[in-house]
């Protein structure tokens, strides 16, 4: 398996502007997480699914995040609009349930804001 | 509010010699406590876990301590090498959800 795939790796957009990240979890893992990474703040779950369903959203930094799972082999995470505090690594990570406790991370993307 | 944080923010130790990075955690309710490496460029990478009604669970090269007595968690490994330069991160889980800590460097002089 390839692993988590989040595209794309890096991007660079301006104040305002729509950003929307992407993400393919392992095949047949049910669980899928959206963290955000800084150095001010570490690493912190913004929202995570289960069957394709959010669980909990209240990482969520505000109204200006949203996050949807169309189907289990497909997630996106998207900023409208983005500001230059949003600049941070954001990571997804999937896990199977009953498969241990290992939450598997992709490579992030690295989001810039101008 | 429940956080986990770290002891020190870097640790280095010479080629060979054993590691050991700590953790203190404040959540009592969580099940169970994962160490993580992140190496730069990369996302964090599972290392090894441990419940909460256990003490000590060993891996390869590496294991991990829980004392919920003082809420303190530590990884140890053993024969530190060139490749175990990276930042580590304890992590501790509760309904299904992670709370990292801030992270600590391990750097490995030759």
Known sequence: ?114 | GESVGLHLPTLSVQEGDNSIINCAYSNSASDYFIWYKQESGKGPQFIIDIRSNMDKRQGQRVTVLLNKTVKHLSLQIAATQPGDSAVYFCAENSDSKLTFGKGITLSVRP
């Open chain 1, 1 to 114: 398996d390839a692993g988590v795939i989040q595209s794309p790796r890096h991007e660079v957009t301006e104040m305002g502007q729509e950003v929307t990240l992407r993400c393919k979890p392992i095949s047949g893992h049910d669980y899928l997480f959206w963290y955000r990474q800084t150095m001010m703040r570490g690493l912190e779950l913004l929202i995570y699914f289960n069957n394709n369903v959010p669980i909990d959203d209240s990482g969520m930094p505000e109204d200006r995040f949203s996050a949807k799972m169309p189907n289990a082999s497909f997630s996106t995470l998207k900023i409208q609009p983005s500001e230059p505090r949003d600049s941070a690594v954001y990571f997804c990570a999937s896990r199977l349930a009953g498969g241990g406790n290992e939450q598997f991370f992709g490579p992030g993307t690295r989001l810039t804001v101008l």
